[in-house]
């Protein structure tokens, strides 16, 4: 590995952005303040968290940063469900979202547990 920008995790969580940057273009202005500034800097969190950790040297901050970065996850999957129910996002559009979040969730539920087991 030549460094964080070769996680696959990150590298999936940098295209995750891009998408919600992308959709939340779409947003009544009047939201931009609201619920598209805590999606972008969610998002944003995930990846910047899994660089920060692995940037720590030591296994169990990595892993600790990982946890940051699920939660910051989650936090883009609750906002989604939001910008959907108040009809924000399509159906067709906040699957997809999701569709992404949860491939995230599941490369970063893994290198979690790898990172455990390497402490």
Do not use: C
């Not at 295209?15 to 999606?39: C, H, M, N, S």
């Not at 968290?49 to 699920?70: C, D």
Request: net charge positive.
């Amino acid at each position: 590995m030549n460094g964080y920008r070769d996680l696959i995790a990150r590298q999936k969580a940098v295209d995750l952005v891009a998408e919600i940057y992308r959709v939340t273009r779409r947003f009544p202005k009047d939201e931009l303040y609201g619920l598209v500034a805590q999606l972008r800097r969610a998002a944003v969190s995930i990846p910047s968290n899994l660089a920060e950790g692995y940037g720590r040297n030591s296994t169990k901050e990595f892993h600790h940063f990982i946890g940051n970065a699920r939660g910051s996850l989650l936090e883009v999957e609750t906002q989604i469900e939001i910008a959907k129910s108040s009809g924000f996002l399509s159906l067709e559009a906040s699957t997809t979202l999701l569709k992404k979040t949860d491939e995230v969730g599941r490369i970063m539920a893994g290198l979690r547990s790898w990172s455990a087991h390497v402490s």
